[in-house]
């Protein structure tokens, strides 16, 4: 059984479209997360999500928008795509994280490769 | 600013060598200090270490926290090809009431039969 799951695997879209990556845990975790990957490799947190309740928010502009509408379930919608928006889009959930994130690994899902032209 | 320094960047070596891969933290609230190993997807998990002079084991690789030079080492011995991969390291910092992980920019580590 996939622990987390994400959707879809590859995404090739123009510029100033509109685009969303669904993701799914079914680890019973309550806290689920968004990476973003650079080409570079360096994954850096975009949001997270405490029992639906948004609890990180980093410096990303306000064309992408997380949505939990349940706490199996991130998604994340992404308006007027820019060439600067391609990068691989990691979920990932744990344990807690407001009681003691700090004690538990993260499990990542398989990545959604986005490609902006 | 909270920085996560991994070094080498890079590395190549022969199978059967022994590899030592570093990570240094500046951070203002620390809690936690993680390993993770991504090969072509996602990262998965290798080690949780939050007190200073614990060897963490698995298999061939081992990891250490000092947490009084701010640092941390990840040992991997008799290397594999199949250890090829990009090793990162990642830091739980509070924020808040909440943590979050900051992670390194990796370091990707080649093995050659």
């Known amino acids: 059984d996939t622990a987390v799951s994400q959707t879809p695997k590859y995404l090739v879209t123009q510029m100033g479209n509109d685009k969303s990556i669904k993701c799914e845990q079914n680890?019973?975790?309550?806290?689920m997360y968004w990476y973003k990957q650079d080409s570079k490799k360096f994954l850096k947190i975009m949001f997270s999500y405490n029992n639906k309740e948004l609890i990180i928010n980093e410096t990303v502009p306000n064309r992408f928008s997380p949505k939990s509408p349940d706490k199996a379930h991130l998604n994340l919608h992404i308006n007027s795509l820019e060439l600067g928006d391609s990068a691989v889009y990691f979920c990932?959930?744990?344990?807690?994280?407001?009681?003691?994130?700090?004690?538990?690994?993260?499990?990542f899902g398989p990545g959604t490769r986005l490609t902006v032209t | 600013e909270d920085k996560v320094v991994q070094s080498p960047l890079s590395l190549v070596v022969h199978e059967g060598d022994t590899v030592t891969l570093n990570c240094s933290y500046e951070v203002t609230n620390f809690r936690s200090l993680l390993w993770y190993k991504q090969e072509k997807k996602a990262p998965t998990f290798l080690f949780m270490l939050t007190s200073s002079g614990i060897e963490k084991k698995s298999g061939r690789l081992s990891s250490i926290l000092d947490k009084k030079e701010l640092f941390s080492i990840l040992n991997i011995t008799a290397t594999q090809t199949g250890d090829s991969a990009i090793y990162l390291c990642?830091?739980?910092?509070?924020?808040?009431?909440?943590?979050?992980?900051?992670f390194g920019k990796g370091t990707l580590l080649t093995v050659n039969p």
């Open positions: 680890l019973g975790h309550d806290t």
């Open positions: 990932a959930s744990s344990q807690d994280a407001s009681g003691g994130a700090y004690s538990y690994e993260q499990y």
């Open positions: 990642a830091v739980y910092i509070r924020l808040g009431s909440n943590y979050k992980l900051t």
